[in-house]
């Protein structure tokens, strides 16, 4: 089983000013949550509770029940997948070792696995041998999925994994990730800025303002604006672009 995620009463503050207002939620395994919200919301720092890359300053995150704070951190990290904007892959190491590198510090080097996880993210055997330089930013993210999920985490963090990316790259990647996240039974929660990509990948979304979740609904209830003010101005965006498009389509 993916484990299932609880915000117990999480809050963190840098000096006197609070990115993480007492946040309290559950988020049921095999979910995938998108996590949207104007800058400066709080959810990079509330998804960096998770992996303890940001301890909270009041208040408790659990997986499948158990504190993570009580758990080693380095132990903790190998068994949760972590997606970022600007990729983080080592440079000097070839695209092989990069993905490879999870299962190389357990201990458990597997050559054979670095070619299924090439396999599973539709990238060619011989890019192995190649430096992260020499590929494009889309086969860089991919690559960065397959060493998030080399060593078989059951959850999966994503940090506006996309941002970086063209409209068609990133559509096909969010599409392949979506279709990770059901194959490999995984739970997932990505933040994104971009609504419409929320809505079209994830069965919740979780809207943030200054520190607090504003808004939690499934897109169906997002698109029919039922869930308040403040998503209804996420959501007004892609809507409106939608219906835009449309008039087009029905001009030509
Ligand atoms: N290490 C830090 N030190 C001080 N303040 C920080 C730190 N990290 C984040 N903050 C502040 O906390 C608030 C929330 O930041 P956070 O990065 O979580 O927002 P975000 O919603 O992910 O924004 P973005 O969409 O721009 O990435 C912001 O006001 C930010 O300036």
């Known amino acids: 089983m993916p484990p ?3 915000f117990d009463a999480v809050s963190k503050l840098y000096g006197e000013a609070a990115a993480v207002r007492s946040v309290s ?4 395994s095999g979910s995938f949550i998108a996590l949207v919200g104007s800058s400066g919301s709080g959810k990079s720092t509330l998804l ?3 992996n303890r890359l940001v301890p909270p300053s009041a208040g408790r995150v659990l997986l499948d029940g158990v504190d993570v704070a009580a758990q080693p951190s380095a132990l903790l990290r190998r068994s949760i997948g972590y997606v970022f904007q600007n990729i983080g892959l080592f440079p000097h190491l070839t695209v092989g070792r990069n993905i490879g590198i999870g299962l ?3 201990g458990r080097p597997d050559p054979a696995r670095v070619a299924e996880m090439l396999d599973l993210v539709d990238l060619p055997h011989g890019i192995a041998t190649r430096l992260p330089a020499e590929l494009s930013g889309g086969q ?6 397959a060493r998030a999920l080399a060593p078989g985490p059951r959850l999966l963090l994503m940090d506006e994994p996309f941002g970086a990316l063209d409209p068609i790259t990133r559509d096909a990647l969010g599409r392949k990730v979506r279709d990770l996240h059901e194959r490999l039974g995984l739970t997932t929660i990505m933040v994104t800025h971009d609504m419409a990509e929320a809505l079209l990948l994830a069965s919740r979304v979780l809207v943030m303002a200054k520190g ?9 209830d997002l698109l029919a604006g039922k869930a308040g003010p403040e998503a209804e101005a996420l959501v007004a965006v892609p809507r409106e672009q939608m ?8 001009e030509a």
């Open 212 to 220: 607090g979740i504003v808004a939690d609904a499934t897109p169906a």
């Open 25 to 28: 939620l559950e988020i049921a």
């Open 243 to 250: 219906r835009r498009l449309m008039a087009l389509d029905r």
């Open 104 to 106: 190389e510090l357990a």
């Open 4 to 6: 299932a995620i609880t």
């Open 140 to 145: 860089q993210q991919r690559v960065g999925v």
């Open 48 to 50: 960096k509770t998770i």
